[in-house]
T-cell receptor, first 115, second 109 residues
Framework: IAGITQAPTSQILAAGRRMTLRCTQD?????MYWYRQDLGLGLRLIHY???????GKGEVPDGYSVSRANTDDFPLTLASAVPSQTSVYFC??????????????FGPGTRLTVL | GQNIDQPTEMTATEGAIVQINCTYQ??????LFWYQQHAGEAPTFLSY??LDGLEEKGRFSSFLSRSKGYSYLLLKELQMKDSASYLC??????????WGAGTKLIIKP
């Protein structure tokens, strides 16, 4: 593994189904993030984690949950998918959640379609 | 509310110079980032500004004016591979990144 990986790459899901998007990083970064990216809109933060064992809500958390059992993994779960959750989902990580030039590194994304 | 504004799309010619502007209104300021995103790919980091002035990195430069809530990304000697979206993001008082919708840059030969 090099950097951040996400799985699956893409998924078509029936409305009402439960889905977990996986994210793993091997950079030992403290902070991890989940974003969704929709056409014409900026990246929007869903949930974040500043360190293993803690999570927080971002701008658009409704319908999503996360966990951070260890440093490397940060799965995102859609409990009951709805069509408005059709989007491209990016996982990201950074060494610090505070100020400074710590850039966020992004995974390749998961393209999710909910029908 | 928090807001980041960038032009939706710009067109430039190979070999030329282009300036992509970004204005922001955020609750607090802890730095401004520029990212590049090629179609179908993940964003990648380009530059970071926290103090007023110009930061130069090869063909790319980024400028910040905190009093005006304004930044620009300057791309020189444009190459076809520079065709991409350029995302402006501000780290707010909660140290969260607030993202603009991105500027799609089209390079013509």
């Amino acid at each position: 593994i090099a950097g951040i990986t996400q799985a699956p790459t893409s998924q078509i899901l029936a409305a009402g189904r439960r889905m977990t998007l996986r994210c793993t990083q091997d950079m030992r970064h403290n902070a991890m993030y989940w974003y969704r990216q929709d056409l014409g809109l900026g990246l929007r933060l869903i949930h974040y984690s500043n360190t293993a064992g803690t999570t927080g809500k971002g701008e658009v958390p409704d319908g999503y949950s996360v966990s951070r059992a260890n440093t490397d993994d940060f799965p995102l779960t859609l409990a009951s998918a709805v069509p408005s959750q059709t989007s491209v989902y990016f996982c990201a990580s950074s060494d610090s959640d505070a100020g400074g030039p710590d850039e966020q590194f992004f995974g390749p994304g998961t393209r999710l379609t909910v029908l | 509310g928090q807001n980041i504004d960038q032009p939706t799309e710009m067109t430039a010619t190979e070999g030329a110079i282009v300036q992509i502007n970004c204005t922001y209104q955020t609750s607090g300021f802890n730095g401004l980032f520029w990212y590049q995103q090629h179609a179908g790919e993940a964003p990648t980091f380009l530059s970071y500004n926290v103090l007023d002035g110009l930061e130069e990195k090869g063909r790319f430069s980024s400028f910040l004016s905190r009093s005006k809530g304004y930044s620009y990304l300057l791309l020189k000697e444009l190459q076809m591979k520079d065709s991409a979206s350029y995302l402006c993001a501000v780290k707010d008082s909660n140290y969260q990144l607030i993202w603009g919708a991105g500027t799609k840059l089209i390079i013509k030969p």
